[in-house]
């Protein structure tokens, strides 16, 4: 379940922490924090959400990721992430982009001429084998991105997240990485909090049909591809919605129907990454 980040002025503490003590007792304990400046910097309110819980950490599955200005100081970033996650390891952690920012740079937009994500990934192979990290793997990785880093890589990646729904099914990244042994995890499978999916005459009838949400149509659409889900919310009622998908399935008719979408969309802005 992605811990979606809102500034404290809008969602109070006490708020955000009670949220995620009761998503963590609805046994959905797969969490993810991130300490991304300005984005989505959550690991101190999850790492307090574990806490507040009282669930077993052997209970829990812990992921985050290493941002783009920290390729050079995946150590660094790591010790910092379980400091604020109250942890001494994580189940996963990603590589935020393929891209590696120096941050003494203007505006934070140049890239280091003498580190790719290649130098990246082996400083994250290092947290597997000191026990920092169970696993390790990448975000927003196109399929030339793979190529290049599986040509060197010791540790394959156990996990590809990238944005995926019915308006950007990314089929092509999804049947590469099964050939090569690689789980895809999507998020905005419901697209973001504006966007048109809501409104498709074609998921509107397939939701009635069903007696569903539009949401809860577009999640069983994503896990019925094979893919994990990290749908986003701090409203503990969606939560339960996002988590209450026990007897709706899909047909093969309807899948056809959801595949054979035209209109495109990102959510995220830039896509997949190509170096």
């Known amino acids: 379940m992605g811990w979606k980040y809102l500034p404290s002025d809008l969602v109070p503490r006490t708020r955000r922490l009670t949220t995620l003590g009761t998503l963590f007792r609805l046994h959905f304990w797969q969490a993810t924090g991130t300490s991304i400046p300005q984005a989505c910097d959550n690991e101190t309110a999850v790492g307090d959400g574990v806490m507040l819980s009282c669930v077993p ?6 992921t985050t990721k290493i941002n783009n200005m920290n390729h050079k ?8 992430s379980l400091l604020k996650l109250h942890t001494d ?8 982009w393929p ?4 941050p003494a740079r203007e505006k934070q937009t140049v890239v280091y001429n003498d580190w790719t994500f290649i130098d990246t990934w082996r400083e994250m192979e290092n947290l597997v084998e000191s026990g920092r990290a169970r696993s390790i793997g990448v975000s927003n990785f196109g399929i030339q991105n793979f190529e290049t880093l599986l040509a060197s890589a010791r540790i394959v990646p156990t996990v590809c997240r990238v944005e995926s729904h019915v308006n950007c099914p990314s089929t092509e990244l999804l049947e590469f990485c099964q050939s090569k042994g690689i ?21 509107q009838a397939i ?27 701090v409203t503990t ?16 008719y309807e899948m056809h129907l959801l595949n054979s979408l035209l209109d495109r969309l990102e ?7 190509i170096a």
């Not at 100081?73 to 910092?80: I, W």
């Not at 891209?99 to 120096?102: A, M, Y």
Request: aromatic share 4%; glycine share 8%.
């Open 237 to 252: 009622s969606l939560i339960k919605g996002n988590l209450d998908l026990d007897g709706i399935d899909l047909t093969c």
């Open 73 to 80: 100081h995946v150590a660094e970033a790591m010790e910092e």
């Open 89 to 96: 390891y994580v189940d996963l952690v990603l590589m935020h």
């Open 267 to 273: 959510v995220c802005d830039g896509g997949r990454v």
């Open 99 to 102: 891209v590696s920012i120096d």
């Open 207 to 233: 939701a009635r049909a069903r007696n569903a949400t539009i949401q809860q149509i577009l999640l069983v659409w994503a896990l019925k591809r094979g893919t994990s889900v990290i749908p986003k919310s």
């Open 183 to 203: 789980h895809l995890t999507v998020y905005a499978s419901l697209g973001s909090s504006n966007s048109r999916l809501a409104d498709n005459g074609t998921l």
């Open 57 to 62: 950490r052997e209970s829990l599955f812990l």
